[in-house]
């Protein structure tokens, strides 16, 4: 019970903390790292996606030329 009460009275030293100009100066400094960062990680699931079309695409040219030559033989 002791570590809970501990613990409650740790949150209103944590909220001193944040409003800080220091710990807001550090948010403002990495939130445009982080924003960099999100950004790359959704062109990366981007061109994941682009990649899966063009195998997709690609199976299907490969079927098509099979099925060619196969008329061509017959």
Do not use: C, W, Y
């Amino acid at each position: 019970f002791a570590l809970n009460r501990a613990r409650l009275e740790d949150t209103s030293v944590e909220k001193n903390i944040i409003d800080e100009p220091s710990t807001r100066a550090m948010d403002e400094k990495f939130e445009m790292p982080l924003a960099m960062m999100k950004e790359i990680k959704g062109g990366h699931e981007e061109m994941i996606a682009g990649q899966e079309e063009m195998r997709s695409l690609q199976e299907r040219l490969v079927q098509e030329m099979r099925s060619g030559e196969e008329e061509i033989k017959n």
